[in-house]
């Protein structure tokens, strides 16, 4: 199963999810309409309301208070839709609020903590690899199970957090297979799945804690008040009544969350041994929570709430309420000859993980796979859209060796607050020396002589290494530019645009960056909003794919005789509808054009997208080779539609 079959399985349980929430909340408004209904006809033939006085008639009864009712059935739909949309927007906020509300700290992009800057040298493998922004990452505190989850609602707005537990008892080897599990997560859309379930246990969860306010709140009023006063047993009677109802939706809740997660943490953990290409890892991470005395526990929060987006169960729950497969059945799916009786013991007395340092610069080994070379590679067309959200072993050992062969002053510029402002901007600088005076010139009047002074050092640092460290670079230094308030986030957006505009000119590698900037940063810089796809005709759609077709096939080759070509290799792969469509060599395009088309083309389905990716790749790759330029363009398409590339690898071979 590739990305887009996971997509769209993904949107199946969701609208499966949103069918099940439907019934399920019509069921209860039907229960809780019935219930006041009962509870004011039996008050009322007690004698203490319109019953007794006009002669005891239950038709007329009914018929009088049919408003009451229809308003009873209304605001039940209110409340639970209210409560349900409600924690779905505080969740949406982002990965990590939900890690805060755990419990959890932050861990620095600059962090010097051995374990923590082995978790975090991880994570940011991990996400190069994956071709998704560098995720904030965190750690519970107070929590000494072994355990970890992902969280948010996109991938560039996304959280990993793990267990105290998780950082101390487990090696490098077993973390990762943790943290590659919760990148599936990641990968696969269960983040955002995981943040409607929470929504709709919480919409549920909200009217029996209601029905228990009004028993305590009944309970209290009978004692206190006088003889003259009869609601009280009504509205006591009302509030068990929401008790019991609350509590079968939430049963019925929990059992369609749990069938849910149960299929997707199987997946999660088949995809993690896809990607790190051996099962021991994530398998002995399994063991060590079966021996060990903590297990998964979680207890900063109630595991009924989160156990569905949890590494472990997080509490104690089996049969229909159980979140995740058995712990013996998921190890035996990747140890075979795994038994119950082999669970290690793991001494609690004894947590700090032990290894070897991490490495910090050693530079790619001589067979090592590498990104492109300045001349292009040889590629086929569809390994590039078949790589998607597939990220393999090599993609992890590629990252983990760019990682180290950065420059230590880079490196370090990428992981501090304040300097991977200015790292951003030196990444931004044109390799023309007269344009990139003169982008460091509007950097002097804007940033002043000292900072601009650090600027052209990086400048400098950057022109050494190869163009394949440059989009790695801001990826690391996303986590860090993201604790920059909101106000310094806006103005580097608009000094990188300036910059890029500077010399009139389009250019591949600033348009991407630009790009896949607005796709990591944009939430950060307007947390009030959200990126939104352009309301679009089938027409506007199709155009806006011709546009970005004949844009990467006019600068991707050198003469119109390649171009044609390329654009028709592209043009080929969207059907009959595009034959219409020609190449146009004399049509100027400029960075408002392909910013328009790729917001149109958010607008797109699952099905549009992949298309359009295989469209943009047969144009790339028509003559079998990629440059960086294509490739680059190829990952800001990706980065606009939260589609995750791994970068495009090619083997070093001796001479």
Known sequence: ???????????????????????????????????????????????????SQSGFAEGDFFARQGPVLIGTAIATIVLILGASLFKTSVLSAGGGSVATGMGGTLVPADVQDPLRRRLRNVVEEIAIASGVPVPEIYVLEEEHGINAFAAGFTPSDA??????GTLEILDRDELQGVIAHEFSHILNG?????????????????????????????RHASIVSSRRDRGAPVAILIGLGLVI????????????????????????????????????????????????????????????????????????????????PPLVERIQALDPSFRESDFPRVDPRQRKATGSPEAVHSGFRDDMTTALASGGVAVLPDSIAETVGQPESEHIEYARQLRQSVPESLYAAAHSPE????????????????????????????????????????????????????????????????????????????????????????DFYEFCFYRILMSSLGQAVDPSGRRTATRARKKELRAATIDLLRVLAKHGNESGEQSNAAFRAGRATLGAWARDYEYESEQSFTVAVLDHSLDVLLGLNSKGKETLLRAISATAAHDARLSIGEAELIRAVCATLDYPLPPILVRRTAD
Do not use: C, W
């Open 190 to 218: 269960d983040m955002r799945l995981n943040i409607r379930l929470m929504g709709v246990l919480y919409g549920i969860m909200v009217l029996g804690l209601i029905g228990r306010m009004i028993v305590r709140g009944g």
């Open 1 to 51: 199963m590739n990305f887009f079959d996971a997509q769209d399985r993904a949107r199946r349980t969701s609208r499966r999810l949103v069918a099940a929430y439907i019934v399920a909340m019509l069921l209860i408004v039907i229960a809780v309409t019935a219930l006041v209904g009962v509870a004011m006809f039996q008050f009322s033939a007690a004698g203490y309301g319109y019953a």
């Open 419 to 506: 300097f991977a402002y200015l790292l951003t901007i030196a990444l931004i600088l044109h390799r023309d020396d007269r344009t990139a005076d003169r982008q460091l010139s509007l950097a002097k009047e804007q940033l002043g002589a000292e900072r601009t002074s650090l600027l052209q050092r990086y400048y400098s640092e950057l022109a050494t290494i190869g163009a394949e460290f440059r989009l790695p670079l801001l990826a690391i230094a996303f986590p860090a530019l993201k604790l920059r308030p909101a106000q310094h986030l806006s103005y580097l957006v608009s000094l990188a645009t300036r910059m890029i505009e500077i010399d009139g000119e389009i």
């Open 245 to 324: 109802i609350g509590g079968i939706g939430v049963f019925l809740a929990r059992i369609i969350k749990a069938g849910v997660s149960r299929q997707r943490e199987s997946l999660a953990d088949a995809s993690a041994v896809q990607f790190t290409r051996q099962t021991a890892g994530i398998a002995n991470a399994l063991k060590k929570i079966g021996g060990y005395s903590a297990g998964s526990r979680i207890t900063s929060a109630d595991p009924e709430e989160v156990s569905h987006m949890l590494f472990g169960e997080g509490g104690k729950f089996s049969g229909l309420f159980a979140t995740h």
């Open 159 to 164: 959280a990993v957090a793990v267990t105290r």
